[in-house]
């Protein structure tokens, strides 16, 4: 018993002393870890998240250059005024020197730790000789991007699936809506510095509501017409013909909240809206009308994004007293007078595959049609146009190989509708309810459509046997 005491005893001794050296080597790493760590927590990095104002007006500082004095960093402000910099958490009182065109300041900040910090600026003007830096003017940025139209938009054909939409409002009342399906064919070539487009249809899918006849029915204005209107390959009828340039003011919007250019422009002289003059000339018609428009235009790439344009007559404009004026129209055995109200024109345009492409083109025109003899006003007529992209190829279907004309012309087909059912484009300058109420006071829609298919289909099969539509 007392050996085995003593054997015990000895074991504890011997854990005890085995205890105490790993105590002391723990002890030992502790103050090892702080040693090294010490450092680096008091070096430990926080961002810094600003946003840069001006003292005057409280705006935003935008594409503003600022550096940290105490660790030699640089950013920019984005066009909100917004700018990140990594800074030592330690870091409390901090220096920003900041310099913009015509602008130079320094500012000292004590930090607030808020998730966004407000710094403000009371800007003082720079001398030139200090600071000068030469930007391009509203009208240099539009030529700039007229002149990357090659560059940033397909220049070789291809085939666009879309849907093309028209219907008109004649004395306040919607009416005459057809819809389709077209295969449009954009055949592409260079001319110069320029991108020549020469279009082509072919119709999967078509619909038509009853028909009422009018002095516009008759024209030929479209989808080949609407197309037609789209600025990027057929600049002569827009506002981006370099040749015109000099007859309108361009200016940039500095209230977009964007960082693409965003230029306001106008010419007084002129409109580029032919409102359904299938001979417009702009020299004929000037001083009829003038026109307003934005342009949005990617910053970088100089890619125009989107064109909007607002064409008004002028009231006291008169046409030529001509024996046979340029405004004057034929239906039936009428002569009419129409005199132009206004028009819009919305082009959308998407990137994909590294080049723009059309995505929307929709427009609008309002003219007024007077009996010549008593000046009485017949019709008030709004004509809609409005075309949709959904995919692009440059594949095309054998069974669309010889269906392409140069007008959108609608063969054979069968209403389904379920089909069209289930179809919803956006009606860009109405609400599709208010032209729905209008239709059905001819009755169901889909009534409506089967009995213009049938009509359709009998005219067009007596056309196609009089060789009318043969390719």
């Known amino acids: ?16 002393c085995r205890r105490q050296t790993l105590f002391g080597r723990v002890v030992v790493l502790a103050f090892y870890f702080l040693f090294i760590l010490a450092p680096a927590q008091l070096s430990a990095q926080s961002l810094f998240n600003g ?12 594409f503003a250059a600022i550096s940290l004095k105490e660790i030699n960093q640089s950013t920019l402000t984005d066009a909100n005024g917004v700018f990140h910099f990594n800074i030592p958490q330690s870091l409390k009182k901090i220096t920003f020197n900041i310099s913009a065109i015509g602008v130079k300041a320094e500012v000292e900040y004590q930090r607030t730790f808020d998730p966004v910090e407000k710094i403000y600026v009371d800007i003082t003007p720079n001398s030139l000789d200090e600071f000068s830096i030469k930007g ?3 009208m240099e940025v539009v030529e700039k991007a007229v002149a990357s139209i090659p560059a940033n938009y397909m220049d070789s054909s291809y085939i666009c699936y879309s849907f093309f939409r028209r219907y008109e409002k004649v004395n306040n009342v919607f009416t005459n809506l057809f819809e389709a399906q077209p295969v449009v064919m954009f055949r592409l070539k260079k001319s110069g510095k320029d991108i020549e487009s020469t279009e082509g249809y072919a119709v999967k899918n078509a619909r038509c509501s009853k028909i009422w006849p009018n002095i516009t029915t008759d024209h030929a204005d479209n989808a080949s017409f609407l197309i037609h209107e789209n600025p990027i390959y057929h600049l002569d009828h827009s506002a981006l013909n370099p040749a015109k340039f000099s007859e ?18 106008e010419c007084k ?41 607002t064409s008004l007559r002028y009231w006291d404009y008169y046409y030529p007293p001509f024996e046979n004026p340029p405004n004057l129209l034929s239906w039936g055995y009428t002569k009419y007078l129409f ?12 990137p994909y595959n590294g080049k723009w492409y059309l995505k929307k083109l929709a427009r609008q025109y309002t ?8 000046e009485s006003k017949e019709f008030t007529i709004t004509n809609y146009y409005e075309w949709y992209a959904d995919s692009v190829s440059r594949f095309i279907t054998s069974d669309l190989i010889n269906q392409f004309y140069p007008n959108l012309i609608v063969g054979l087909y069968d209403y389904d509708q379920n089909y069209w059912d289930k179809i919803d484009y956006p009606y860009t300058y109405n609400s599709k309810e208010a032209v729905m109420k209008d239709l ?12 213009e298919c049938s009509s359709h289909n009998e005219r067009y099969t007596e056309a196609t046997k009089k060789g009318h539509y043969s390719q």
């Open 339 to 350: 005199y132009f109200v206004d028009g819009n024109l919305d082009a959308d345009y998407v």
């Open 136 to 138: 391009l003017s509203a």
């Open 1 to 16: 018993m007392y050996r085995f005491f003593l054997a015990f005893l000895k074991t504890e001794q011997n854990l005890s």
């Open 367 to 374: 003219n007024e049609f007077n009996l010549p003899l008593f």
């Open 51 to 62: 946003i840069l104002y001006r003292v005057s007006d409280s705006t935003a500082l935008s």
């Open 248 to 265: 309108y003011i361009f200016n940039f919007d500095t209230s977009a909240k964007t960082e693409d250019y965003v230029i306001n422009y």
């Open 440 to 451: 059905l006071r001819s009755g169901p829609l889909d009534k409506q459509c089967q009995k």
């Open 269 to 309: 002289l002129f409109s580029s809206d032919t409102h359904g003059v299938m001979s417009y000339n702009t020299s004929t018609f000037r001083g009829e009308s003038h026109e307003k428009g934005q342009l949005v235009i990617e910053r970088g790439t100089f890619a125009i994004k989107k064109i909007h344009r």
